[in-house]
């Protein structure tokens, strides 16, 4: 689905991932679930593209509802995977803790963990090689994506600045739809590892300039990083 000039979006408000296309291909932002390839391959071939045309992956952090069909691009076209580094062993290997849900809704959770199966969550296909990133790093991929540290969901977790796609792209930074609850708006995700930390990197998406502020989880949100910063802390007063 095409969001806004050199803005896509594939999946749903379950689960989403995103592309970023350029005259210079196509950068994917996190990779959904493995079954979420059909939708890719069908967004690109839309666009006159394959997933040949696809230079990187860059992943929000390393959980399995973000790292998807990546290895599939890797392995299989060549296209390398970005990950911070404190959250490449995640990707590599699915180590994390143990965390609290906090609250849940049966029928949204049941919900969420039905299309995860749908889309073929289990067994995770977990990332064989990676490179690592760091805030502040741009890479060298369609679009210039630049890192923005924002650790709390997880310890590597970051949010992808875009400026040619006028967005920031957030992973669980937080979402716009809790999965386990159903509620909308502006919110943190659940399964965050230290839900403090998470807070506290609102700073840095608070000082990034984008139109489009998008999450892993829920709709897609225009408006200023700022204002999303401030709706995220007004509702954990």
Not at 68 to 97: C, I, M, N, Q, S
Not at 111 to 140: C, I, N, Q, S, W
């Amino acid at each position: 689905m095409k969001l806004a000039p050199h803005l896509h979006r594939i999946g749903n408000d379950i689960v989403a991932a995103y592309l970023v296309v350029t005259d210079d291909g196509v950068t994917v932002v996190d990779a959904g679930l493995p079954g979420h390839w059909k939708d890719l391959v069908r967004e690109l071939e839309g666009l006159g593209l394959s997933p040949a045309d696809v230079k990187g992956v860059v992943l929000t952090h390393g959980d399995s509802d973000h790292i998807g069909f990546a290895e599939r691009l890797r392995r299989d076209h060549g296209a390398p995977v970005y990950v911070h580094e404190a959250d490449a062993e995640r990707a590599r290997t699915g180590a994390k803790p143990k965390v609290s849900t906090g609250p849940m809704k049966l029928g949204p959770t049941l919900g969420f963990f039905a299309y995860a199966l749908r889309k073929r969550a289990m067994p995770t296909a977990y990332v064989a090689e990676v490179v690592e990133v760091h805030d502040g790093d741009v890479l060298d991929l369609p679009g210039a994506p630049a890192i923005v540290g924002m650790p709390g969901h997880s310890p590597g977790s970051i949010a992808v600045h875009i400026p040619v796609a006028d967005a920031v792209f957030v992973g669980d930074a937080l979402t716009t739809r809790h999965v386990l609850t159903g509620r909308e708006g502006m919110q943190p995700a659940p399964f965050t590892d230290d839900p403090a930390e998470a807070l506290a990197s609102l700073d840095h998406l608070a000082a990034v300039q984008a139109s489009w502020v998008l999450p892993g989880h829920g709709a897609p949100w225009k408006g200023s990083p700022a204002e999303v910063a401030a709706a995220v802390r007004a509702g954990t007063a």
